[in-house]
């Protein structure tokens, strides 16, 4: 039996056919989806005035994780994250309301770890625990005490640890990897990048058109002011290289494959964090979702042509002696996995 699209084809005069297919496949097709899209992330994401319980979970996670990075900083700076500890303590109070099961919860628990170590690592410190006690209930701070430090906050782990990466089975090399923000002085080079870069291009993509693009920047000064745009890291020293990916949106073929480039290129993300990590390379995913401004700038600065999407960057270098990143619990697998059956 003909489908409704093969019988307008054959019964449509051939102009308004193409005209169809046009139109199907083009500009309009594409803002339609695009403002589809718009309207559903508007009615979900986690903005400020947001109340749903989902929400205010993931600001939740997001204001400890502030926190988290000021606790694994080398050069400790007593008194830090003012702002994100008072927006922590506003989004709890809002989760407890929201959520009355608020105590089961990984991301709650994390976020009173990740407090229990501020006051811990603060002992002595009158006026910052002062302001910690102006905030959080006294019952909290009594339990987060004895949270276990696996929960939240920071952890640590030695360069030696990852001699053996090369030869560690897929789960413990993927379970022992952990972003690393503060590298070792040495520099990198493109020699020893390379082997990582070749085994993320198994990645697979959408009918093996690999869209990625890769850029390793090993300028300082233009690592610097990439990510002075960038912002993400902040308040830590220079990391040897960094890595663009970006993905050439001029290998698809339909509007409906307009963010395949972000799935395609976050695909070889995630293999390229993992080979630098079987390398013995430490690394930190950094976003690249920016406003009009600071994408232009990115732009200018590094020459990134129209036709390129912004994906991630990726800070890149050798492991330091000793090194403390942020715990950053994951939530537990029932939280996410649906089983249709
Ligand atoms: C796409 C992406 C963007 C990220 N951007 C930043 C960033 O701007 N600054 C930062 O410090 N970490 C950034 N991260 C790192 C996350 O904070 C980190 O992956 C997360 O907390 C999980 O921790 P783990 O990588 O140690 O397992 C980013 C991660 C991803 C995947």
């Given amino acids: 039996m003909n489908s409704m699209k093969d019988t307008l084809k ?3 005069p051939q102009p308004m056919v193409s005209f169809g297919k046009r139109v199907l496949n083009g500009y309009p097709s594409l803002i339609m989806s695009s403002l589809r899209e718009a309207r559903r992330f508007n009615k979900a994401y986690a903005k400020d005035s947001a109340t749903g319980a989902e929400q205010l979970e993931a600001r939740m996670v ?4 502030q926190i988290e990075k000021g606790l694994s900083h080398k050069q400790f700076r007593y008194g830090f994250g003012k702002k994100p500890l008072r927006n922590l303590s506003e989004v709890m109070a809002r989760y407890r309301k929201a ?3 608020y105590e089961t919860r990984v991301s709650y628990v994390s976020a009173m770890a990740t407090v229990g170590e501020y006051v811990r690592r603060h ?3 009158d006026a910052d625990l002062r302001y910690v006690s102006s905030l959080f209930p006294p019952d909290l701070l009594r339990s987060a005490e004895w949270i276990g430090h696996k929960e939240g906050g920071s952890l640590s782990f030695s360069r030696d640890e990852k001699r053996r990466n090369s030869t560690l ?3 413990q090399l993927n379970e022992h ?4 923000r503060e590298f070792a002085e040495t520099p990198i080079t493109l020699a020893q990048l390379q082997p990582a870069i070749e085994s993320a291009m198994r990645t697979p993509s959408v009918c093996n058109r690999q869209p990625t693009r890769v850029r390793v920047i090993l300028n300082k000064d233009v690592i610097e002011k990439a990510l002075s745009i960038q912002g993400g890291l902040n308040g830590y020293p220079t990391p040897p290289a960094l890595i663009l990916l970006t993905a050439d949106n001029r290998v698809f073929m339909a509007p409906q494959e307009h963010n395949e480039g972000y799935t395609d290129a976050g695909l070889f993300g995630m293999n390229l964090l993992l080979a630098l990590e079987a390398e013995g390379i ?4 950094l976003n690249t979702m920016f406003r009009k401004g600071p994408e232009r700038a990115t732009r200018a600065l590094l020459g990134i042509p129209a036709n390129e999407s912004l994906v ?4 890149v270098g050798h492991f330091p002696e000793e090194c403390t990143t942020c715990v950053s619990r994951r939530l537990p697998a029932e939280d996410i996995v649906t089983v249709i059956e």
């Fill in 62 to 65: 997001y204001f400890t994780h």
């Fill in 312 to 315: 991630m960057y990726i800070a």
């Fill in 177 to 180: 990897r952990h972003s690393i």
């Fill in 282 to 285: 430490g690394s930190c995913p």
């Fill in 10 to 12: 054959e019964t449509l």
């Fill in 169 to 171: 089975p897929f789960r």
């Fill in 99 to 101: 959520n009355p099961d």
């Fill in 123 to 125: 002992a002595g410190h």
